[in-house]
């Protein structure tokens, strides 16, 4: 069975940087493309980044482009998200998922979705 689980999550300043990570076990990790989504209180959740098997290719949602960075190492069966120059607005629980198939920017495209970690970003 497919088991999903992220960490890195924190309390940050505006400006500061965290990094996720999201471990998997139960699969070929290498199988798989992946995703990130994260969902503020009282919002829908958001496609964050996703990345191919591979790693060869990513995708971002406008709002964190130029800011956030997906990674992967395989040999680790982990996946990553570098936040840089973090916003009071990117405050949301932070998923990982498993991508399906179809568009990579549809939530109800992945599965297996982890627990998710807290990111809180202060001002």
């Known amino acids: 069975q497919v088991q999903l689980v992220e960490s890195g999550g924190g309390l940050v300043q505006a400006g500061g940087s965290l990094r996720l990570s999201c471990a998997a076990s139960?699969?070929?990790?290498?199988?798989?493309?992946m995703g990130w989504f994260r969902q503020a209180p009282g919002k829908e959740r958001e496609f964050v980044a996703a990345i191919s098997w591979s790693g060869s290719s990513t995708y971002y949602g406008d709002s964190v482009k130029g800011r956030f960075f997906i990674s992967r190492d395989n040999a680790k069966n982990t996946m990553y998200l570098q936040m840089n120059s973090l916003k009071p607005e990117d405050t949301a629980v932070y998923y990982c998922?498993?991508?399906?198939?179809?568009?990579?920017?549809?939530?109800?495209?992945?599965?297996?979705w982890g627990q998710g970690t807290q990111v809180t970003v202060s001002s």
């Open positions: 998922a498993v991508h399906r198939g179809g568009s990579r920017y549809v939530s109800r495209n992945y599965a297996y």
């Open positions: 139960g699969c070929t990790f290498s199988s798989y493309d």
